[in-house]
C-alpha cells in the first residue's frame, strides 16, 4: 500500500516518505483486472436496450443518448409526446458516462475576458447561461431524486505562476461581485488543507461547485427517460436524413422513421449523417485513470480537503476521489490522440506520480477515454439548421449542466414554451478548411504549450 506524504508543519513542504515503504518499481504499474474501460462503468454498466422493432414514426426523433437527447426526451415525454431515442452504441456509450463528474458554471472564457471582449452588460447576460444551467442540473438530480453521489464537495483552482493567482482572484472577485459567488483564496502556506504537492503556489475553493457519479447520474436519466414512455433504441446508427414534407426521415442501420420533428444531440461523437453540424464542432479526447482502491489515509494525503481540483495551465491536470472514497481518479492530455490506451495509463501515471509523488508505486486499475466537442467561437450553441435541433460545443470544464439544460430547453422550443437562452447564437461557425477532422489539434496543442512554457511552467 502506497503511504502518504508528510506534511512539516513549520516549513508547510511536501516530504517524501522512504524508498522503503513504497512498492517497487520493478512491480507491474497495473492491477490485476486492469480495465481500458471507464471506472464509472464498474457501478452504472453501459447496456443495450432489448431490441425492438422500430415504429414507423414519431412525434420526435433524438439522435443520441447521452445527457442531452436524455434531457430533450425526457421534457418531451412528460407532456405527452412520442419520442424515439436513436443511439448507435450501448446507451450513454460516450461523454456522459465517461467525464469527470464534476458541475461547475463556466466557460471557456472567464466574465472578466467576456467583460472586455462584450461590455459589462452582454457579457452579464452571457455567463447567466453557466447560472441557469448550473442551476438546472443540480434541480433536475434533486427533483428526481437521482442517486449520484450528488455531493456538494466544492472545486479547489491551483495556480501555477503568481500571474496566474493574481488572475484567479480577480475573475472570481468579479463573479462574487455580479452574481454574488462565493470563493476564497488559499496561499501557498496553507495549500496542504486542500491539495499537497509543492507544485502549485497557492489556488481558490470555489464551495458551490459539486461533484456526482456521472455513469449512476446518466444511468438515472435513463430511468427517467423509458418510465416517461419513450422508447430508447441502441445498436441504432442513424445513416442520413431527410425533409420529407413537414417533417423527417430518418434512415438507420435498422431500418427508417419519420419524423415531425429531429433533435441531433451528438457532440463529440457527431458523424457523417450531420454534415453540417460536423464542420461546426471539433471533437477533444480527454484521458483519464483511476488507482487502485487506496487507504483513506493516503487519499487524505493528496486532496484533504476531497475537492475536485485543477489547475491554470493550458496543459491542464485535474484530480478528485472517487465517490466512493477508495480512489484517486487524475486526468490530463486533453486534447491529444493516443490510441494504445495502455501506453497513455502509464502516461498518465508518470504525470500523476510528478504531482503526487507521496504516491508510491500505486497500481493503475482503470484507464479510459471519451470525447467532448468545441465550438470554432468556444460556445455552447443551441439552434436549428433547416428545421433540425440541435445542441452542441459543450467542451470546457461544464458539460453535463449546458447538456441537460439546453437538451431540455430543445424540447420546450419544440412544445411552443418559450424557452430562450443566452447560447442561442444566430450561427454556429465554421472553418472552410475543416470538414469534420480536426488536423490543426496537434498544432494548437504545440501552441499551448508553448503558452505554458512562456509562463514558467514546466512539465
Known amino acids: 500500500m502506497a503511504i502518504p506524504l508528510a506534511v512539516n508543519a513549520d516549513q508547510r513542504q511536501v516530504v517524501a516518505p522512504a524508498a522503503a515503504n513504497l512498492r517497487s518499481a520493478a512491480e507491474p504499474a497495473f492491477m490485476p483486472g486492469f480495465k481500458t474501460d471507464p471506472y464509472w462503468w464498474d457501478a452504472a454498466p453501459r447496456l443495450h436496450e432489448a431490441e425492438r422493432p422500430l415504429p414507423s414514426s414519431a412525434d420526435t426523433v433524438v439522435i443520441g443518448s447521452g445527457y442531452t ?3 430533450a426526451a425526457l421534457t ?37 475576458t467576456l467583460i472586455q471582449k462584450f461590455g459589462i452588460e452582454r457579457a452579464k447576460a452571457l455567463y447567466e447561461g453557466c447560472n441557469q444551467a448550473f442551476a438546472f442540473v443540480n434541480g433536475l438530480i434533486e427533483r428526481e431524486g437521482i442517486e449520484c453521489f450528488h455531493a456538494p464537495s466544492g472545486r479547489y483552482v491551483a495556480a501555477n505562476t503568481p500571474a496566474h493567482l493574481d488572475g484567479l482572484e480577480k475573475e472570481l472577485s468579479a463573479r462574487k461581485e455580479h452574481f454574488g459567488h462565493a470563493f476564497h483564496m488559499i496561499s501557498r502556506a496553507d495549500q496542504p488543507t486542500e491539495l499537497v504537492t509543492e507544485k502549485f503556489i497557492g489556488g ?4 458551490e461547485h459539486r461533484t456526482v457519479h456521472p455513469g449512476l447520474f446518466h444511468n438515472g436519466l435513463a430511468e427517467r427517460v423509458r418510465g416517461a414512455g419513450a422508447v430508447i433504441h441502441s445498436g441504432t446508427r442513424v445513416v442520413s436524413m431527410k425533409r420529407s414534407g413537414d417533417g423527417w426521415r430518418v434512415e438507420t442501420s435498422r431500418g427508417a422513421v419519420a419524423a415531425r420533428h429531429l433533435v441531433a444531440a451528438t457532440n463529440g461523437y457527431t458523424g457523417k449523417a450531420t454534415p453540417w ?46 465517490p466512493d472514497g477508495s480512489r484517486l481518479i487524475y486526468g ?25 509523488p507521496q504516491l508510491g508505486a500505486v497500481r493503475v486499475g482503470h484507464v479510459w477515454t471519451g470525447r467532448c466537442a468545441g465550438t470554432f467561437d468556444y460556445f455552447p450553441h443551441r439552434g436549428r439548421h433547416e428545421g433540425m435541433h440541435y445542441a452542441m ?3 470546457f470544464g461544464a458539460g453535463m449542466p449546458f447538456g441537460t439544460w439546453l437538451g431540455d430547453a430543445i424540447a420546450r422550443g419544440i412544445l411552443g414554451e418559450p424557452a430562450q437562452t443566452p447560447l442561442d447564437h444566430p450561427e454556429m461557425p465554421s472553418n472552410p478548411l475543416y470538414w469534420g477532422r480536426p488536423w490543426f489539434l496537434p498544432l494548437y496543442l504545440r501552441y499551448q504549450a508553448w503558452l505554458d512554457w512562456k509562463d514558467g511552467i514546466r512539465a
Open 277 to 322: 453540424l460536423r464542420r461546426r464542432v471539433v471533437p477533444i479526447r480527454a484521458y483519464m485513470i483511476a488507482t487502485e482502491p487506496l487507504d483513506p489515509a493516503v487519499l487524505a494525503g493528496v486532496l484533504p480537503g476531497k475537492r475536485g481540483f485543477h489547475d491554470c495551465a493550458h496543459e491542464m491536470e485535474y484530480a478528485r476521489i472517487s
Open 204 to 207: 481558490a475553493v470555489i464551495p
Open 393 to 395: 460545443g459543450y467542451c
Open 76 to 112: 418531451l415525454a412528460r407532456a405527452g409526446r412520442e419520442v424515439c431515442v436513436l443511439e448507435q452504441e450501448s446507451v450513454g456509450f460516450g461523454a456522459s458516462s465517461r467525464n469527470f463528474g464534476m458541475l461547475g458554471r463556466q466557460y471557456k472564457f472567464d466574465l472578466t
Open 69 to 71: 437527447g436524455l434531457s
Open 332 to 356: 490530463a492530455l486533453t486534447g491529444e490522440v493516443h490510441d494504445d490506451l495502455r501506453q497513455v495509463a502509464l502516461t498518465l501515471r508518470a504525470k500523476m506520480l510528478r504531482l503526487f
